[in-house]
């Protein structure tokens, strides 16, 4: 399977599809996959903006609404994670992933999916320290607080991917692993971005749960985004068993590096279609009391503890659950529009949503399916007063007197039911939409180029002209014309997390 590895997308999928398109006509071989590092930007439209952690300046509505239109169809299967700049009223529909668009796919808060047997892992979303051990408790509209720390990594993702026991072939994250510039060529890189420097000298470049991640799993690939350049390096495992392949890529920009195409072997015999992994459910399922909307912290389990703390699921575990699939883990093709998408036709001048929670069909169908609790469910309940208030530092099983109750709740619990509007009616957009401010989109802002980065791994850029920029492992970069046309980590039970789990 050829698959391409994209860095930050920053909403420029147009040309990201367009690149893709270009080196298949290169070599003639067709590329399967796509794979985001975050970043993504998957404004629908431009209330989308204001759920989005950046600038106003840099509020640029981009080509994904396209794709969420239906204007366009995404040409090849598309996986993503979250990064720190991301409509995050939309991503908190999908905790556990699904369908943004016709043919494009996010894997939720964490998530691990097969394509034709190959096993993708990913985790969105950056680490910082006051956020690691809080409930998944921000809603919209959110605060100048709430807008960075609901992309902000929690305890329970990390926890929930140690419980995996099988081989993992691609992880994705939009951070690097703590650490992991010592395993590539970190001199050029300080050259090129030599503000680095203290950071990597006081380890807090990177999120050291990932690093945890990394060294617990060991897959064959890791692929990152985030800090805006290109770097690889090799994790080998101390008895050298196993080995991590790393590759950070630049964001989506002419003449930078935020490409890479590589082969990896796969299961001809199966579709190129996306399934749940059995695992991964089983796990969701038998963890899914330690899920929690509340502001405080929140501990995961631990051999301290009088319970059950490690959730690798047994045999019998996984039959059950695969039971309840009906022994299909096919991911449905059941993306639908929750809300108006963006008209470019409508004046440059817009008003501000009091925008809400939103509940998407697609999470109410997973979550019915396999029984376990949509969170911005059981945030609706939480706001709607049906269930008492506690203080911030009881346990993460504070709401499960609401458990139940949320997974009676039906995709009609929709604020901006799908089949109450056309796409091709003006009047229903203003019909739904409440405002409450004038706001004025400016012009998207190109500004913010840094250097391009020089390193030995493969990779692809954009150059000025008709020319395709390639790199390869073993030479230098070589022109192809074409037709024109953080922080330390620091935690309470740390033991819990650790590598030896």
């Known amino acids: 399977m050829r698959i391409a590895v994209e860095g930050c997308a920053h909403g420029e999928l147009e040309i990201i599809y367009d690149t893709i398109l270009q080196l298949e006509k290169i070599d003639g071989k067709k590329i399967d996959l796509l794979i985001c590092c975050g970043d993504f930007q998957s404004t629908r439209n431009l209330n989308d903006l204001h759920c989005m952690a950046v600038p106003d300046k840099y509020k640029d509505m981009c080509t994904f609404y396209k794709y969420y239109s239906g204007e366009k169809i995404a040409p090849i299967l598309t996986i993503f994670i979250g990064g720190n700049h991301e409509a995050s009223n939309y ?92 395993y590539g060529n970190e001199a050029v890189l300080l050259r090129n971005k030599p503000y680095f420097r203290e950071d990597i000298a006081n380890d807090a470049l ?28 090799i994790v080998p495992e101390e008895n050298g068993k196993r080995i991590t392949k790393f590759l950070a890529l630049d964001k989506c920009l002419p003449k930078r590096k935020f490409l890479q195409v590589l082969e990896i072997d796969h299961n001809d015999s199966l579709p190129l279609k996306i399934s749940y992994d059995l695992e991964w459910l089983t796990i969701l399922f038998l963890t899914n009391h330690l899920l929690s909307v509340k502001h405080g912290l929140h501990y995961m389990p631990g051999p301290a503890g009088n319970g059950r703390w490690i959730y690798t699921p047994s045999n019998e575990e996984k039959e059950n659950i695969l039971k309840k699939f009906n022994h299909d883990l096919e991911v449905p093709d059941n993306f639908k529009c929750t809300v108006p998408p963006y008209r470019p036709e409508s004046p440059d001048t817009w008003t501000k949503k009091s925008v809400k929670l939103q509940i998407n069909p697609q999470t109410t169908e997973f979550c019915n399916l396999l029984g376990i609790d949509d969170p911005v469910v059981l945030l609706q309940m939480v706001d709607a007063g049906r269930t008492e208030s506690k203080s911030d530092d009881e346990s993460s099983t504070d709401v499960s007197n609401m458990r139940h109750e949320s997974r009676d709740m039906s995709s009609t619990s929709i604020e901006a039911d799908p089949e109450k509007f056309s796409l091709g009616e ?66 309470r039970n740390y033991s819990i997390y650790s590598s030896t789990l």
């Open 426 to 491: 003006d009047n229903d957009t203003e019909r739904m939409i409440e405002f409450e401010a004038s706001f004025t989109v400016p012009s998207p802002s190109k500004n913010l180029d840094l250097p391009s980065e020089q390193d030995e791994s493969a990779a692809v850029n954009i150059t000025t002209g008709n020319e395709l920029q390639i790199s390869n492992m073993d030479g230098d970069d070589s022109p192809v014309q074409m037709e024109p046309n953080c922080k330390k980590f620091k935690r």
């Open 206 to 233: 990177g999120s050291q749960p990932f690093m945890d991640l990394l060294q617990h799993h060991y897959p064959s690939f890791w692929f990152a985004a985030h800090l805006h350049c290109k770097f690889a390096a």
């Open 91 to 182: 991503l908190q529909e999908l905790p556990y992933g699904g369908w943004v668009a016709t043919n494009i796919y996010y894997l939720g808060y964490a998530g691990v999916i097969n394509v034709a047997g190959i096993r993708i892992a990913g985790i969105s979303g950056i680490y910082k320290s006051h956020n690691w051990m809080q409930g998944h408790y921000e809603k919209p509209p959110y605060t100048d607080k709430t807008l960075r720390s609901v992309y902000h990594t929690r305890n329970l993702e990390i926890f929930r991917i140690k419980q995996i026991s099988s081989h993992i072939d691609i992880f994705l994250s939009h951070d690097w692993p703590s650490g992991i510039t010592k």
